[in-house]
């Protein structure tokens, strides 16, 4: 039966097949008869079919969801709390800009019980596969600079960030991160408040290689300027360009012991701002 709720919760979550099989690494088709049977024991449809893709949950599967979600969330506390040492196993998706600027002064400050007592598994990807990681359980946790909503999330802000048009300004080649991450979304933002549609435009998914390549006299970017070298010149730009670094995590999360950990990072994270 676990299985099957578990299979649920991934659909209800995706609204998607294909999305929930990939979570739970398991076929698409296993998920239709997990799916199946979970209805047949139940007695209730779970989901309204529009089309092949399409899924929105019934009245029913809404409330299954509630009470599913806090079976598993029980399940997970019991699992973790039985027959493991008492060290915290923590990954985290951190994004790269917050990689390189916060989190090295974040560790720096955090007391040594606060980790001295866990393991902490960090990789960097952009903002919206963050996303994606923690609503999946691949991360614990997420810290990103992206303005990301979702129904399941809950967001901290942690830090404070000002974005800046850096490297040779009179260069026509633009050199824009990859779609997904926060620059991203700021350096669009710049170019329809400018109307600039870029004639010659390089899409690098690596902030230190944009920072390396300005330092070149390469081109011109949205960047951080807590990233640049004294070298790069740059040009500040509207307060709109502020923007903030946050922590992100499951709404659902109910792991005291994870908890205590993600609110000591959040108090470290803005007593560095302040």
């Known amino acids: 039966m676990f299985k099957l709720l578990q299979t649920f919760v991934a659909v209800y979550e995706t609204r998607s097949f294909s999305k929930?099989?990939?979570q739970r690494f398991?076929?698409?088709?296993?998920?239709?008869?997990?799916?199946?049977?979970?209805?047949?024991?139940?007695?209730?449809?779970?989901?309204?079919r529009n089309g092949r893709t399409e899924f929105t949950p019934t009245q029913n599967g809404r409330l299954l969801y509630q009470k599913a979600r806090h079976l598993?969330?029980?399940?997970?506390?019991?699992?973790?709390?039985?027959?493991?040492?008492?060290?915290?196993?923590?990954s985290i998706g951190v994004s790269q800009t917050s990689a390189t600027v916060l989190l090295p002064k974040l560790f720096?400050?955090?007391?040594?019980?606060?980790?001295?007592?866990?393991?902490?598994?960090?990789?960097?990807?952009?903002?919206?596969?963050?996303?994606?990681?923690?609503?999946?359980?691949?991360?614990?946790?997420?810290?990103?600079?992206?303005?990301?909503t979702h129904d399941y999330i809950l967001r901290d802000e942690v830090a404070v960030d000002q974005l800046v048009l850096a490297g040779n300004l009179t260069d026509q080649r633009w050199l824009v991160r990859e779609k997904g991450s926060g620059v991203y979304h700021y350096t669009q933002q710049y170019f329809k408040q400018n109307n600039i549609v870029p004639q010659h435009a390089?899409?690098?998914?690596?902030?230190d290689v944009i920072v390396r390549m300005l330092a070149q006299n390469v081109g011109k970017s949205i960047v951080s300027i807590q990233s640049l070298t004294p070298d790069i010149p740059y040009q500040v730009l509207p307060e709109t360009f502020n923007r903030s670094f946050y922590m992100i995590r499951l709404s659902h999360e109910n792991r005291a012991e994870y908890m205590k950990w993600y609110n000591q990072v959040v108090e470290t994270a803005r007593q560095l701002r302040d």
């Open 20 to 22: 929930a099989a990939a």
């Open 26 to 48: 398991i076929s698409q088709p296993t998920v239709s008869v997990h799916i199946q049977q979970l209805e047949k024991e139940l007695g209730a449809q779970l989901f309204h």
């Open 72 to 90: 598993l969330d029980e399940w997970q506390t019991v699992t973790d709390s039985v027959g493991r040492d008492e060290r915290l196993n923590i």
């Open 108 to 148: 720096a400050q955090m007391r040594s019980e606060q980790l001295d007592s866990v393991d902490v598994t960090i990789e960097m990807h952009n903002s919206e596969e963050i996303l994606a990681g923690v609503l999946n359980h691949r991360f614990d946790f997420g810290m990103i600079e992206k303005p990301i």
């Open 202 to 207: 390089m899409t690098i998914s690596n902030n």
